[in-house]
């Protein structure tokens, strides 16, 4: 059995497993917002739509084994900005995926991050397949670097370090786009930081390893405690605080230090609603040390 067996037995009960079929990793929703494009014939946007969605939900993207109750939900939504010819598109998306956590309804996002230089070329008549170790297309290639990013960070939620061998297959889609001489944006050094090269460099840099092992005490051994042990959880995620402080010491502003606090700053404040006086002035100094641009989210910690 694949380790996504291993690390949701919680979730579901031992005896509908053996009922369940296997299933691929992803249970991802994709959203293509056309409004901005003049076309003549606006199936092309539908057919779009679909073809991603079957490329990411019906793909086996490792060799995991997981039943369908383990997918991870994950969201995909492609606003069209432009057309500059006829099959050729430029587009910001958003790329959301959440996990559960133990004992509870709440689903807790893993990945936010908004990509702003999602350009591409899609031909209704030429499907998308993921091919590994080979550049087919640049909307398949950020398909598949996602779809592994997304695997990889929800990994490492559920084992430390455990989202290595997919983070890896991202890193490698990079370095065969690179390769490849297409001159599509967003796959490189630059200076601004918010695109895949620097997400896909931030989670495999060496220096980002206490980030990562954040990822595992805040998710694994905070939120999935809360229910049962807050005052451990609480203590646990303010380590996890502090293991991304460490890393935003040494890259501050870095993609995935800014994403994960667009996707924790509110959760992250309500988590302490009913800490200790010490533990919430705790929480509020590094947090606001570390992501001041939420402070007025992180103020109502002290409030409450």
């Known amino acids: 059995m694949g380790m996504f067996a291993k690390k949701i ?3 579901v009960a031992g005896l509908l497993l053996p009922f369940c ?3 691929q990793e992803l249970r991802c929703e994709v959203t293509v917002n056309s409004e901005q494009v003049q076309a ?3 199936q092309v946007f539908q057919q779009m739509q679909n073809a991603i969605s079957e490329l990411m939900n019906n793909t086996r993207w490792t060799g995991d084994v997981y039943q369908n109750e383990e997918r991870i939900r994950c969201k995909m939504f492609i606003t069209l900005r432009a057309m500059p010819q006829i099959g050729v598109y430029e587009a910001n998306t958003q790329i959301i995926s959440s996990r559960p956590t133990y004992g509870t309804g709440y689903e807790t996002t893993v990945l936010s991050f908004v990509d702003t230089k999602f350009e591409f070329e899609y031909n209704p008549a030429q499907p998308l397949q993921y091919a590994p170790n080979t550049f087919t297309t640049n909307l398949t290639a950020i398909l598949s670097f996602y779809a592994y990013t997304i695997i990889g960070m929800d990994n490492d939620s559920f084992a430390r370090l455990g989202g290595a061998n997919a983070l890896a297959e991202a890193s490698n889609i990079l370095n065969l786009v690179t390769s490849s001489g297409t ?9 601004d930081t918010r695109n895949r090269y620097w997400l896909i460099n931030n989670l495999q840099d060496p220096q980002f390893e206490p980030f990562r092992s954040a990822l595992y005490l805040y ?3 905070g939120l999935d405690l809360m229910g049962q042990d807050p005052e451990k959880a609480r203590q646990n ?3 996890a605080l502090r293991n991304v402080q460490q890393v ?12 994960f606090f667009e996707a924790k700053a509110t959760e992250v404040s309500a988590a302490f609603a009913s800490a200790t006086p010490e533990q919430k002035q705790q929480a509020y100094d590094l947090l606001t040390q570390v992501d001041p641009t939420n402070r007025a989210k992180y103020e109502t910690i002290l409030r409450r």
């Open 9 to 11: 037995g919680w979730l």
């Open 21 to 23: 079929s296997l299933a």
């Open 40 to 42: 003549t014939d606006r």
């Open 183 to 191: 001159a599509a944006t967003g796959w490189s050094a630059t200076a």
């Open 219 to 221: 998710h694994r051994q």
């Open 237 to 239: 995620i303010l380590e």
């Open 248 to 259: 935003a010491r040494i890259r501050p502003g870095a993609a995935a230090l800014r994403s």
